[in-house]
Structures are given as C-alpha cells and as structure tokens.
C-alpha cells in the first residue's frame, strides 16, 4: 500500500542550519562532501519511504532557502503542506531566536504536523531544553530531534516519523 498523493514536507531556518545537508543526507543517505550550493528559493526532492511492513510513503521534500527576502513569500509557499520542519544550528543561538519569525509569517501551525530539530549535533553544542520546549509548548510542535547530517544520527528518524504522524492523521481524516 502507498500514500496517494505524496505528503508535502517544507524545511525552514535560517540560512546556513544545514537544511539541504539534512535533507541530502536523508535522500542519498551521505554528508555532501563537495558542499552544497546555497539554495536560493527552493529545492524540492521526492523520496519513497519503505516501512516495516514493506508498505510505502512518498514523501515530497521542499527546501526552503532562508534568505529573509523570501520570508514574505513562505506563507504562500507552505500553504498546502502536510508537515513543517523547523530547524535551527545550536553553535549559532540567534538562528533559534529567529524560528519564532518563522512560525509568525507561517501562521498554520495548528493544521500541519510540525517539528523542530537541532542541526549540527557532532559539533557537540546545545541549547536548553526548557527553551525547546517552551517553544514546542507554544507553537503546537509534535517532536524535537537533535540530528547531524555528518553522522546520520536522527536524519532518517525525522523524517520518518514525520511521514508517519502525517499518514496517521490523514487516514483518522478520512475515515
Ligand atoms: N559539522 C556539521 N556541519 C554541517 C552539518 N550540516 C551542515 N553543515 C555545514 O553547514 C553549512 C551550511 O549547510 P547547508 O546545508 O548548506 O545549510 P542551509 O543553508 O540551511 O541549507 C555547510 O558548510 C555544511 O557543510 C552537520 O550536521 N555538521
Ligand atoms: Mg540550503
């Protein structure tokens, strides 16, 4: 069984987080050695996730560029998604600060499942938790995952979970 439409996923953060390493490292399952280019817009990538009981998920992934030019723009761009994944880098604290613009221009949090991950975690830095969850508590977000695209830890579990707190409350929806 497969998803019959593939569920929208939309990154955000401020630029440089490690947003399209997060996503290639899920997609091609590898740290993107050469470095990426800076994404400018967005980039989107579909990718089919294989389950325990070999049933599938497509996942549809957009990679929103973070520039504050195209903050304005975001509202439009994240009007239909399924699910919103906020992330921030630890090593740099303002990009955190800053995830409340993001959710103020974004304003639909309460119809989209949403996550917030840390980035970066092999550079050994963190933030409070009981700021993350002051914000979870705020802004209606599921689940936190410190992740790091250079070791992989949490990149796939993500979007996974993600893919499946979607599909669940899609099928609670429609029957
Ligand atoms: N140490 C470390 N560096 C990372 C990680 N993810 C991304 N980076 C670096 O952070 C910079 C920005 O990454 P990028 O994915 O382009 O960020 P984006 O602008 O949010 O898409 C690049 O120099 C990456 O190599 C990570 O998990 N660990
Ligand atoms: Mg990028």
Known sequence: ????????IVIAGEKRV???SLVHRFVYEQFPLKGLYSTVGFDFTLKTLTLEDDSTIVVHIFDFGGEPRFRNIFPQYAADCDGLLLAFDPSR?????????????????SESVN??????SDLGVSIDPL????????????EYFQTSAVTGENTDEVFKKMALAIQNISQKKSS
């Open 131 to 142: 700021k993350i969850n002051e914000f979870r508590n705020k802004y209606n977000i599921k």
């Open 18 to 20: 490690g947003k399209s």
């Open 115 to 120: 996550f917030i991950v840390s980035t970066k």
């Open 1 to 8: 069984m497969s998803n019959e439409r593939p569920f929208k």
């Open 93 to 109: 604290k303002e990009t955190f600060n800053l995830l409340h613009e993001w959710i103020k221009v974004y304003g639909r949090e």
